[in-house]
């Protein structure tokens, strides 16, 4: 079978997240890294791309890449954007409209409006657009959303999610241009730890229960009196249907490392899930004993099996979970070129509803948080 050939704008030399999509991208052998358009720097970007193999194909603009690419014949069929907040909007709109599908990194636009748009793009012209939400690919989670989809803890009474980590809790670092923007309304938008971490969290409660956050109320506070936006925030949250949520993002919480960690507490048992901790699952059932589910034993349930990537016991991290993305995202191209259904268990990729339902959630926490935690709808207008 043929390879589907990949792109990337964005994620250059020295970039944290570009390796993770380039291991991800090319671990089942699905895509061939095709072109890039690696840096804001035109002679970096080409130079870097050239010495990762991209040749004439490796673009000093994102702009250039899309012209180059709409060009040829054996054009790229996905594209990853992984460029600074502010420019995905753009970028991912020019390349939809121009036929091609696109993985975004979150946050997917930076207001509702621009996120609905998105929408509206992608189902008018058939073209994927996905969103990064990358820790939905841990073989366990999907298992989690399984076990929950067929009733092994009964209805959802509660969900408890926490994205909180330290790493930015040292006061002395405000000036640090590192950080700095992360807080700065001008650059990060109406929201920082929130919009950076929270997001995750809620959208992970979202996947694993299998609704939607209606409404919302959020207890959002600067720490660090210096910043503008929040770098810890407390959110309580209802879904469609009827469980009650609780989440927790924090910048400033020494001696968290990562912090993402998800609860699910059902009428016949509760769930547990921790990404520093991803080979375990624990499943409480009612007047049962706590059980340790493995990632790796074998019949699990086909999202988790199709997912499990290495022999049981050894570790699994963010790379495959992103690798399992990327294999979604070529059996939904695959099944759309030839014409058929999509395999349902790789059917659980991020779309771009869920990056819209992301930034009307940012939105209103942050107003929120600024009315002494009033409730608001967290649904974008078109979803209402």
Not at 269 to 293: D, K, T
Not at 324 to 347: F, T
Request: aromatic share 8%.
């Amino acid at each position: 079978m043929a390879k589907l050939k990949w792109g990337m704008i964005g994620g250059g030399e020295g970039s944290q997240i570009g390796p993770a999509h380039r291991l991800g991208a090319g671990l089942d052998g699905a895509f061939e890294f095709a072109a890039g358009a690696l840096d804001h720097r035109p002679e970096a970007g080409i130079d870097y791309g050239r010495r990762m193999g991209l040749g004439d194909r490796a673009y000093g603009s994102w702009q250039d890449m899309l012209e180059g690419e709409r060009a040829r014949e054996d054009r790229i069929d996905l594209v990853t954007v992984a460029t600074p907040n502010a420019t995905h909007f753009e970028i991912t709109k020019s390349f939809l409209e121009s036929g091609f599908h696109v993985l975004c990194e979150k946050p997917m636009t930076m207001t509702v409006e621009e996120g609905e748009e998105i929408v509206k793009i992608a189902a008018a012209t058939g073209n994927i657009c996905a969103v990064n939400y990358g820790y939905s690919g841990y073989s366990l989670v999907r298992h989690m959303k399984a076990m929950v989809a067929r009733g092994d803890i009964g209805k959802v009474r509660l969900v408890k999610a926490e994205f909180a980590h330290g790493h930015h809790a040292d006061a002395a670092d405000a000036d640090n241009p590192r950080v700095r923007w992360r807080y700065d309304p001008a650059q990060a938008g109406v929201s920082a730890q929130f919009a950076d971490c929270g997001i995750h969290a809620m959208h992970m409660a979202s996947f694993v229960c299998g609704q939607e956050v209606t409404r919302l109320s959020a207890d959002t506070v600067s720490c660090i009196d210096v910043r503008v936006l929040e770098d810890d925030a407390m959110v309580n949250f209802r879904m469609e249907g009827g469980a009650v949520g609780r989440l927790w993002t924090s910048s400033i919480a020494l001696g968290r490392q990562h912090g993402l960690t998800l609860q699910v507490f059902g009428e016949t048992g509760g769930l547990r899930w921790a990404q520093e901790h991803p080979n375990q699952l624990y499943h409480m059932p009612l007047n049962g004993r706590l059980q340790v589910i493995e990632r790796g034993e074998g019949n699990l349930s086909p999202e988790a099996d199709r997912t499990s990537r290495v022999t049981v016991g050894h570790a699994e991290g963010m790379p495959l979970a992103f690798a399992n993305i990327y294999s979604d995202l070529a059996e939904a191209i695959r099944a759309q070129k030839e014409g058929r259904p999509m395999d349902p268990a790789a059917n659980l990729y991020p779309r771009a509803e869920d990056g819209l339902r992301s930034m009307a959630a940012v939105y209103a926490v942050a107003a929120s948080g600024k009315q002494d935690g009033a409730w608001l709808d967290a649904r974008p207008p078109m979803f209402r």
